[in-house]
Nanobody, 123 residues
Framework: VQLQASGGGLVQTGGSLRLSCAAS????????IGWLRQVPGKEREVVSC????????YYADSVKGRFTISTDNAKNTVYLQMNSLKPEDTAVYYC?????????????????WGQGTQVTVSS
């Protein structure tokens, strides 16, 4: 299983970014895919997760209404559309895959990780 995250960058408050996670070696029906973020000195948190087997999605309270997770099965890619970005969204964002198809809410539930992509929101 390989995951390749991209799409980070520098954006002003209120701006938008779309993160992409290209996956290989897995099918989305068998794995939940999550986006997590980490700020230095803080624990990594699950921002959003998608389970295609259950057709369910999860969003952390801090991003509800602003972030949207989606998949493109044809491209085997998971996206995280981030709108109305705030300085507190600044972090390294990771995509990760669980070994089970249900939603996973903690980072220890993920077995496969992509490299991080930096998101910086300026005030």
């Amino acid at each position: 299983v390989q995951l390749q995250a991209s799409g980070g960058g520098l954006v002003q408050t209120g701006g938008s970014l779309r993160l992409s996670c290209a996956a290989s070696g897995l099918t989305f029906d068998d794995y939940a895919i999550g986006w997590l973020r980490q700020v230095p000195g803080k624990e990594r948190e699950v921002v959003s997760c998608i389970s295609r087997s259950d057709n369910t999605k999860y969003y952390a309270d801090s991003v509800k209404g602003r972030f949207t997770i989606s998949t493109d099965n044809a491209k085997n890619t998971v996206y995280l559309q981030m709108n109305s970005l705030k300085p507190e969204d600044t972090a390294v964002y990771y995509c990760a895959a669980s070994t089970r198809p249900q939603l996973v809410y903690s980072d220890y539930g993920y077995a496969y990780w992509g490299q991080g992509t930096q998101v910086t929101v300026s005030s």
